[in-house]
């Protein structure tokens, strides 16, 4: 028999893939919550994700059950989560989860009182007692009789759980002006120190396995670099990039990159791909090849990029939110090889390619291949025998074969709905790669997608702004990480388009924010907008997870948005947030990337930059092109008194850089060269 839950008429992939479970699983909402009310039930809450593993086994293993989901339809109100739709519950009840045991990750399974108040929770269960953790059915039928025996005891211990929650974030110091003095950089230079000490020096990367990319701190290790000149900061920042990028991390047939390596040397990832983590890497990858001026740096950005369009882009520009970790119920069967099939495919090239990709009879990885490169291309064509171009025409004569035949065997599921904040940062990330290599065409796909974004995400009624999308409706409030995301893309977008709309839209965007997700303080925002009614606590996040702060990000808004908009009052604010989490910057950076990189900025000085004249916008590209994190760039080809970098600023024949510091200017530069030797020998 068939079963068909209330999931059935959800949008979302990871719901749909639960909706025909014989567990009866509600969304969440008020149908539910009400339902655990009125019945007296406690309530289980199980989130996941689409692109998930784990996920995907713990219901073929239990969900799937007959016997299992009697037991959770008896005696529970079942509530499935797509973590993706709703990461303001799954903060939340992760929050909980990590009070409650110290760890977390997902499937994320939390039992709450029939108020909604979380007071016990785990990750993955097996069907059978296994290594010492509980069976599903164990956990279940114990926590129904301690319901039915200590309820009392049960509810006093969500209250405090939640009372906990509520006013817990202890990397936070109250408001106070920031203060610009030796011990900024003192901060600084702790921070770098705290990133070395965690360093590894050998395979790349931060800390040990598993490892995850990190791009924060590597953004920050290259900035730190560009500023003070120490060797190891860049060493380290670009071993990184490039042992993901040679691992089997990184997809070397079809581009594109995994969510983390299970393993210390980028060989065996989760399979995952996801929107967001291919954003940020291509963004180290474009400032990486802007210091370096590495080919490979281009390569893998340009693959990534082609990757990305082939199988994420939708008919409408968006790009879906990820692609499954698993086909045929295998992680990674999709991707990896065996080397008969390697050699059946690649003839008389196989050797050398297996050589290259580091194929064996036994495999490295279960008995099967996960490529990975483990030679510059130089060094390999020396081995084998052959100059440089010769080796690099069989490469991609076979990646092109390989990818050929992959495309018959079964892909993995795409996670299909389309993220507001997930497509701001690839939105971001085109921009940043499309100026660093010249791409105007990722360039007016970037401005496609911003289109896209600013049409079918602008609420119409109760929310201005929502979070996802799909088949032509958009749903669920925007959170801060969304509308954050967003002001950041369109201040970058605006720089090589010269578009002032775009301007003017983040500036919009951002009074937005201040006035629905600002604190009572005035000081940091809310994850969650002040007429969202559904969950139990306001948040405020402020440390850089997989992916930015929201907090983080507006702290650079604003500051940007201050400069361009002569707003002292946002400037101001911006500088009161980095001084909140001063102190957690230099003991904890990994966590703190986005602010350390603004700290190094604030601690260093920002250079303005005006482009004025016919060919202002050509110029600003070319500008652009190169590696200046410390800077706001404005471009027109006539003066517009509305932007204080503009004011009294002449129109001359020849095109004119105005370089400034604090709406000081010096006389005007003609040259991008000349811009270019005052800017970085005053960074």
Same mark, same amino acid.
């Given at each position: 028999m068939?079963?068909?839950?209330?999931?059935? /008429?959800?949008?979302?992939?990871?719901?749909?893939?639960?909706?025909?479970?014989?567990?009866d699983?509600?969304?969440?909402?008020?149908?539910?919550?009400?339902k655990?009310?009125?019945?007296?039930?406690?309530?289980?809450?199980?989130?996941?994700? @689409?692109?998930?593993?784990?996920?995907?086994?713990? *219901?073929?293993?239990?969900?799937?059950?007959?016997?299992?989901?009697?037991?959770?339809?008896?005696?529970?109100?079942?509530?499935? !989560?797509?973590?993706?739709?709703?990461?303001?519950?799954?903060?939340?009840?992760?929050?909980?989860?990590?009070?409650?045991?110290?760890?977390?990750?997902?499937?994320?399974?939390?039992?709450l009182?029939?108020?909604?108040?979380?007071?016990?929770?785990?990750?993955?269960?097996?069907?059978?007692?296994?290594?010492?953790?509980?069976?599903?059915?164990e956990?279940?039928?114990? !926590?129904?009789?301690?319901? $039915?025996?200590?309820?009392? *005891?049960?509810?006093?211990?969500?209250?405090?759980?939640?009372?906990?929650?509520?006013?817990?974030?202890?990397?936070?110091?109250?408001?106070?002006?920031?203060?610009?003095?030796?011990?900024?950089?003192?901060?600084?230079? $702790? @921070?770098?120190?705290?990133?070395?000490?965690?360093?590894d020096?050998?395979?790349?990367?931060?800390?040990?396995?598993?490892?995850?990319?990190?791009?924060?701190?590597?953004?920050y290790?290259? #900035?730190?670099?560009?500023?003070?000149?120490?060797? /190891?900061a860049k060493?380290?920042?670009?071993?990184?990039?490039k042992?993901?990028?040679?691992?089997?991390?990184?997809?070397?047939?079809?581009?594109?990159?995994?969510?983390?390596?299970?393993?210390?040397?980028?060989?065996?990832?989760?399979?995952?791909?996801?929107?967001?983590?291919?954003?940020?890497?291509?963004?180290?990858?474009?400032?990486?090849?802007?210091?370096?001026?590495?080919?490979?740096?281009?390569?893998?950005?340009k693959?990534?990029?082609?990757?990305?369009?082939?199988?994420?882009?939708?008919?409408?520009?968006?790009?879906?939110a990820?692609?499954?970790?698993?086909?045929?119920?295998?992680?990674?069967?999709?991707?990896?090889?065996?080397?008969?099939?390697?050699d059946?495919l690649?003839?008389?090239? @196989?050797?050398?390619?297996?050589?290259?990709?580091?194929?064996?009879?036994?495999?490295?990885?279960?008995?099967? /291949?996960?490529?990975?490169?483990?030679d510059?291309?130089?060094?390999?064509?020396?081995? $084998?025998?052959?100059?440089?171009?010769?080796?690099?025409?069989?490469?991609?004569?076979?990646?092109?074969?390989?990818?050929?035949?992959?495309?018959?065997?079964? #892909?993995?599921?795409?996670?299909?709905?389309?993220?507001?904040?997930?497509?701001?940062?690839?939105n971001?990330?085109?921009v940043?790669?499309?100026?660093?290599?010249?791409?105007?065409?990722?360039?007016?796909?970037?401005?496609?997608?911003m289109?896209f974004?600013?049409? &079918?995400?602008?609420?119409?009624?109760?929310?201005?702004?929502?979070?996802?999308?799909?088949?032509?409706?958009?749903?669920?409030?925007?959170?801060?990480?969304?509308?954050?995301?967003?002001?950041?893309?369109?201040?970058?977008?605006?720089?090589?388009?010269?578009?002032?709309?775009?301007?003017?839209?983040?500036?919009?965007?951002?009074?937005?924010?201040?006035?629905?997700?600002?604190?009572?303080?005035?000081?940091?925002?809310?994850?969650?907008p002040?007429?969202?009614?559904?969950?139990?606590?306001?948040?405020?996040?402020?440390?850089?997870?997989?992916?930015?702060?929201?907090?983080?990000?507006?702290?650079?808004?604003?500051?940007?948005?201050?400069?361009?908009f002569? #707003? *002292?009052?946002?400037?101001?604010?911006?500088? $009161?947030?980095?001084?909140?989490?001063?102190?957690? !910057?230099?003991?904890?950076?990994n966590?703190?990337?986005?602010?350390?990189?603004?700290?190094?900025?604030?601690?260093?000085?920002?250079?303005?930059?005006?482009?004025?004249?016919?060919?202002?916008?050509?110029?600003?590209?070319?500008?652009?092109?190169?590696? !200046?994190?410390?800077k706001?760039?404005?471009?027109?080809?006539?003066?517009?008194?509305?932007?204080?970098?503009m004011?009294?600023?002449?129109?001359?024949?020849?095109?004119?850089?105005?370089?400034?510091?604090?709406?000081?200017?010096?006389?005007?530069?003609?040259?991008?060269?000349? &811009?270019?030797?005052?800017v970085?020998?005053?960074?």
């Amino acid at each position: 028999m068939e079963h068909r839950n209330r999931l059935f /008429n959800e949008s979302s992939p990871y719901l749909l893939q639960h909706a025909h479970n014989p567990v009866d699983w509600f969304p969440w909402g008020d149908e539910a919550l009400l339902k655990a009310r009125q019945e007296a039930k406690p309530i289980l809450v199980s989130i996941g994700y @689409a692109a998930c593993h784990w996920c995907h086994v713990m *219901e073929r293993e239990s969900f799937e059950d007959e016997a299992i989901a009697a037991i959770m339809n008896n005696h529970f109100v079942c509530i499935k !989560i797509d973590r993706e739709e709703r990461p303001d519950l799954d903060h939340f009840f992760m929050d909980a989860l990590q009070a409650i045991s110290g760890n977390g990750g997902w499937p994320l399974n939390m039992f709450l009182t029939s108020e909604a108040k979380p007071f016990y929770g785990g990750t993955y269960f097996p069907p059978s007692r296994l290594h010492n953790r509980p069976s599903w059915r164990e956990v279940l039928l114990q !926590i129904h009789e301690a319901f $039915q025996t200590r309820k009392q *005891e049960i509810e006093a211990q969500a209250d405090n759980l939640v009372a906990y929650l509520a006013k817990s974030n202890p990397m936070v110091k109250s408001a106070q002006d920031f203060t610009l003095s030796s011990s900024s950089l003192d901060h600084c230079q $702790q @921070a770098f120190k705290a990133i070395m000490e965690i360093a590894d020096t050998h395979f790349g990367g931060f800390g040990k396995a598993p490892k995850f990319p990190q791009t924060f701190t590597i953004q920050y290790l290259l #900035r730190y670099y560009h500023f003070t000149g120490d060797p /190891n900061a860049k060493m380290q920042a670009m071993l990184s990039v490039k042992s993901m990028f040679n691992g089997g991390i990184y997809d070397q047939v079809g581009g594109g990159f995994c969510r983390y390596s299970t393993d210390a040397e980028w060989l065996a990832p989760h399979f995952e791909k996801m929107t967001y983590d291919n954003a940020l890497l291509l963004v180290v990858l474009a400032e990486a090849f802007q210091i370096s001026k590495e080919e490979s740096f281009k390569t893998v950005a340009k693959q990534t990029v082609e990757f990305m369009n082939r199988e994420m882009l939708s008919a409408e520009n968006g790009f879906y939110a990820a692609l499954d970790a698993d086909s045929e119920g295998v992680e990674g069967k999709y991707y990896v090889w065996t080397k008969a099939e390697f050699d059946q495919l690649l003839l008389s090239d @196989a050797g050398k390619m297996a050589d290259w990709f580091d194929v064996t009879a036994e495999g490295n990885w279960e008995h099967v /291949n996960i490529l990975r490169r483990q030679d510059e291309i130089e060094s390999w064509a020396e081995k $084998q025998g052959m100059d440089v171009s010769t080796a690099q025409a069989i490469v991609e004569k076979s990646i092109q074969t390989l990818l050929a035949a992959r495309i018959h065997r079964v #892909r993995p599921g795409t996670d299909d709905k389309i993220i507001l904040g997930w497509n701001a940062l690839y939105n971001h990330a085109l921009v940043k790669a499309a100026v660093a290599f010249g791409r105007k065409d990722w360039l007016l796909l970037a401005e496609r997608n911003m289109e896209f974004l600013l049409t &079918v995400f602008r609420g119409k009624e109760e929310y201005g702004w929502l979070h996802t999308y799909k088949a032509g409706e958009a749903k669920f409030p925007a959170f801060l990480d969304d509308l954050a995301y967003l002001v950041q893309a369109l201040l970058c977008i605006y720089e090589p388009t010269g578009n002032l709309s775009y301007l003017e839209k983040a500036k919009e965007l951002l009074a937005y924010i201040e006035k629905y997700y600002l604190d009572e303080e005035g000081l940091l925002f809310y994850f969650t907008p002040s007429n969202q009614t559904d969950i139990l606590v306001r948040k405020k996040d402020v440390y850089d997870g997989a992916m930015p702060s929201g907090n983080a990000i507006m702290a650079w808004n604003l500051y940007r948005a201050g400069i361009l908009f002569g #707003r *002292e009052d946002w400037k101001r604010q911006s500088a $009161q947030m980095l001084e909140s989490v001063k102190e957690a !910057i230099q003991k904890y950076p990994n966590s703190f990337g986005i602010w350390a990189n603004l700290l190094l900025e604030l601690s260093r000085g920002t250079h303005e930059i005006l482009v004025l004249g016919k060919d202002a916008l050509e110029k600003t590209n070319e500008l652009l092109s190169a590696y !200046i994190p410390n800077k706001v760039v404005m471009s027109a080809s006539q003066t517009d008194e509305r932007y204080p970098l503009m004011q009294a600023k002449k129109l001359e024949q020849a095109t004119a850089f105005y370089v400034c510091r604090n709406y000081s200017c010096q006389l005007p530069f003609h040259s991008i060269e000349e &811009v270019l030797l005052n800017v970085l020998t005053k960074s």
